[in-house]
């Protein structure tokens, strides 16, 4: 389930530090997004959502910020632990086209001990 | 917690054979779907389900794919004559509604043709 791609942007981190991933979302009518983590061998896994009338939403360690302007979504990841070291992808969908999710390439986030 | 479940976890078929791949959805969810991920590349949609019917499906699904749900638990996709482009990771997800909810995946089928 790993998604080992040669050109996957890297972030590495120091432990403890805060993470801040991008991602450029394409359609302007999406209105729903989900991040994932994958980690190696193992499926996408749900870490937050945010519905397209909201531009910050928080969770537990986790913060979503969705600027529709520039159709942009970060996912921010306070005090990062080598349990967070994945590969971090970024969804969007149109409730409209079938619920269909539409995934970003993916950021390797790599934790430093 | 409840999780998605796909059997088998690998499976290796030869080209031009029919390969069926399994998944167990959440029990309470309504939605269904299959993607794929070829090796290096980004997950793709490739069909979603809903009452018993196909709501949405992508390009990618064409005659040689199919998908069903055979009694109240599986899922199933079936690919009748297998290519080697087939190969390539198979992840199915549920969700409880459509609109506005999170899919949730299962840990996959990785599908190796030869």
């Known amino acids: 389930g790993e998604s080992v791609g040669l050109h996957l942007p890297t972030l590495s981190v120091q432990e403890g530090d805060n993470s801040i991933i991008n991602c450029a979302y394409s359609n302007s009518a999406s209105d729903y997004f989900i991040w994932y983590k994958q980690e190696s061998g193992k499926g996408p896994q749900f870490i937050i959502d945010?519905?397209?009338?909201?531009d910050k939403r928080q969770g537990q360690r986790v913060t979503v910020l969705l600027n529709k302007t520039v159709k942009h979504l970060s996912l921010q990841i306070a005090a990062t632990q080598p349990g967070d070291s994945a590969v971090y992808f970024c969804?969007?969908?149109?409730?409209?086209?079938?619920?269909?999710?539409?995934f970003g390439g993916g950021t390797r986030v790599l934790v430093k001990p | 917690e409840p999780e998605v479940t796909q059997t088998p976890s690998h499976q290796v078929t030869q080209m031009g054979q029919e390969v069926i791949l399994r998944c167990v959805p959440i029990s309470n969810h309504l939605y269904f779907y299959w993607y794929r991920q070829i090796l290096g590349q980004k997950v793709e949609f490739l069909v979603s389900f809903y009452n018993n019917e196909i709501s949405e499906k992508s390009e990618i699904f064409d005659d040689q794919f199919s998908v069903e749900r055979p009694d109240g638990s599986n899922f199933t996709l079936k690919i009748r004559s297998t290519k080697l482009e087939d190969s390539a990771m198979y992840f199915c997800?549920?969700?409880?509604?459509?609109?506005?909810?999170?899919?949730?995946f299962g840990d996959g089928t990785r599908l190796s043709i030869l």
């Open positions: 945010i519905r397209s009338n909201m």
């Open positions: 997800a549920s969700s409880e509604w459509g609109a506005d909810q999170p899919q949730h």
């Open positions: 969804a969007e969908t149109l409730a409209a086209a079938g619920n269909k999710l539409t």
